[in-house]
């Protein structure tokens, strides 16, 4: 137990260091994604009633289809994994979670808050390491359960210190719009519903400290 505790613990603090050092995007990175753009989010992107308003300028890459699965209608009336199933920013993290076997664990969980990586969020780390922790289910489950916290956190309620799944806190600052996580993780779509979550899309995997 010790060891398998400590390997899952050194790939999350290997997968991090690898993140801190890039920076950015590489040339060697995950699948791409969809392009993110700095428009803001079409008027037709509008949340079912009682939901509230997504923000944030990667809302803008959202299908605006009710009938796409990834759309904000469509994703409310889902549980989280299958919502990002849908939607074209996170296809890089529905791959991990599946990975991970955390799929019915999010579905199943009742009113919790997501920070949702999006492609470009894993494509800053080095494609050898994403696939070192990807191949490790504990140590994976460890980086993806540190982006769930309890409860359906609204916009006015986003700001402070919140406790993860994993154990660990991490400390979102910001107000209105404009929220950043750990200090450099930017939420680029924020406030999107699902049946059991409320979910705020990023542009950096979040890391555990060691």
Known sequence: MVRTKFAAAAAATALALSLAACGGSSDDTAA???PMTTAAAPSSAAPMAGTGTQFGPGCAAVPTDPAN???FDAMAKVPV???????????????????????????????????????DAFGKIPK??????????????????????????????????HKTQQGSDLM??????SFTVNGNAMVV??????????????????????
């Open 32 to 34: 791409p994604s969809a």
């Open 69 to 71: 699965p990834g759309s």
């Open 128 to 161: 050898a390491d994403l696939d070192k922790v990807l191949a490790d289910p504990k140590a994976l489950a460890a980086v993806l359960t540190y982006h769930v916290v309890s409860g359906k956190l609204s916009p006015s309620e986003l700001a402070g210190t």
């Open 172 to 177: 979102v600052t910001g107000s209105g719009t």
């Open 81 to 119: 994994a299958s919502a990002a199933a849908g939607n074209p920013l996170l296809s890089t993290l529905v791959g991990a979670v599946k990975q991970a076997n955390l799929v019915d664990s999010l579905n199943n969980t009742k009113d919790v808050t997501v920070f949702a990586p999006t492609n």
């Open 189 to 210: 779509c924020g406030n999107v519903q699902t049946a059991n979550a409320t979910v705020y899309i990023v542009d950096t995997v979040l890391m555990p400290k060691s």
